[in-house]
């Protein structure tokens, strides 16, 4: 199936929206962090996924995961 529409695009959002309700199963692989919250932007241009952390000291972390497809070759 070609993309027609890419600001975002279908896969990016569904991409974005299946890594957000992982959140119990990123944060249980994380060995020195927690996740206390995520941001999902499927608004955005290129979808962003912003992962709030907390590690073992109590310091506060974020982490941000931009997804982008790249264009059709066909």
């Not at 896969?11 to 199963?25: G, H, P, Q, S, T």
Request: proline letters at 5%; charged letters at 30%.
């Amino acid at each position: 199936m070609k993309t027609t529409n890419y600001n975002p695009s279908a896969l990016e959002v569904e991409i974005a929206n299946a890594v957000y309700k992982l959140e119990k199963n990123i944060s249980a692989l994380l060995s020195d962090n927690e996740i206390i919250n995520i941001e999902n932007k499927i608004q955005e241009d290129n979808p962003l996924i912003i992962i709030h952390t907390l590690d073992r000291d109590g310091d506060p972390h974020e982490v941000v995961l931009k997804i982008i497809q790249k264009p059709d070759k066909f």
